[in-house]
Nanobody, 124 residues
């Protein structure tokens, strides 16, 4: 089993920045790929970013490429999402997730463990 806890929720104006954190416990954090997803009201959960177990490989949704940066600190069992140049359309509940594989994936159904989510609201 693995437990994931997100933090860093907030309300920010368009153009601002936030950093989300995801603290993991319960299994060998460094062995598995992880990802960030988000879900806006009335919409399906969508992929945001994913990172390899070492942190050397990443992949981003086109909508956040160049604005968001995913990273991880395996010594601290923590993953991060630095969000810059935020837009109102980035407003959503953000979830971190872990999968039982070292391979990157953009498909939420391929992730086994999920955090409870953290709200990000961007005002115009």
């Amino acid at each position: 089993q693995v437990q994931l806890v997100e933090s860093g929720a907030g309300l920010v104006q368009a153009g601002g920045s936030l950093r989300l954190s995801c603290a993991a416990s319960g299994r060998t954090f460094r062995s598995y790929a992880m990802g960030w997803f988000r879900q806006a009201p009335g919409k399906e959960r969508e992929f945001v970013a994913t990172i390899s177990r070492s942190g050397g490989g990443t992949n981003y949704a086109d909508s956040v490429k160049g604005r968001f940066t995913i990273s991880r600190d395996n010594a601290k069992n923590t993953m991060y999402l630095q969000m810059n140049s935020l837009k109102p359309e980035d407003t959503a509940v953000y979830y971190c997730a872990s999968r039982s594989s070292s391979w990157l994936s953009t498909n939420p159904s391929e992730y086994n463990y999920w955090g409870q989510g953290t709200q990000v609201t961007v005002s115009s």
